[in-house]
Nanobody, 121 residues
Framework: QVQLVESGGGLVQPGGSLRLSCAAS????????MAWFRQAPAKQRELVAA???????NYADSVKGRFTISRDNAEHTVNLQMNSLKPEDTAVYYC???????????????WGQGTQVTVSS
C-alpha cells in the first residue's frame, strides 16, 4: 500500500519558520503531482502549493512569496518551507500526491494523515 507521511509541524511564533516534509513509501510506478493542502478549523481544505513531476509550481495567493515547495524525485519526498508565518496559517497541513501504483499506470489520489501547524505568540 502506498503511504504518505508528513513531518515537521509544530508551534511557531508569528514571523517564524517551519519546514514540512512528506515521504511516499510503498510500491508504485510513478508519482505525478505532489502538493500541500491545509485545513483550518471550520474551513474547507485548500491548496497551498503544488509541484508537478516536471517541476511546474503553483502557490495559493495567500502564501506566495513566503512559502517554497520543492521535491526530491529520487527520495520520493516533497517539502514545504514556510517563512514569515502568520496566525492565519494555523491549520492541519496535508500532503497530497497523484500516484500510479500499478502496472496499468492508472493514477490515484493519495493523502497523508496531516500535521498540525500552529502560529501563535
Amino acid at each position: 500500500q502506498v503511504q504518505l507521511v508528513e513531518s515537521g509541524g509544530g508551534l511557531v511564533q508569528p514571523g517564524g519558520s517551519l519546514r514540512l516534509s512528506c515521504a511516499a513509501s510503498g510500491r508504485f510506478f510513478g508519482i505525478y503531482t505532489m502538493a500541500w493542502f491545509r485545513q483550518a478549523p471550520a474551513k474547507q481544505r485548500e491548496l497551498v502549493a503544488a509541484i508537478s513531476s516536471g517541476s511546474s509550481i503553483n502557490y495559493a495567493d495567500s502564501v506566495k512569496g513566503r512559502f517554497t515547495i520543492s521535491r526530491d524525485n529520487a527520495e520520493h519526498t516533497v517539502n514545504l518551507q514556510m517563512n514569515s508565518l502568520k496566525p492565519e496559517d494555523t491549520a492541519v497541513y496535508y500532503c497530497y500526491a497523484k500516484i500510479a501504483p500499478d502496472i496499468d499506470w492508472k493514477q490515484y489520489d493519495y493523502w497523508g494523515q496531516g500535521t498540525q501547524v500552529t502560529v501563535s505568540s
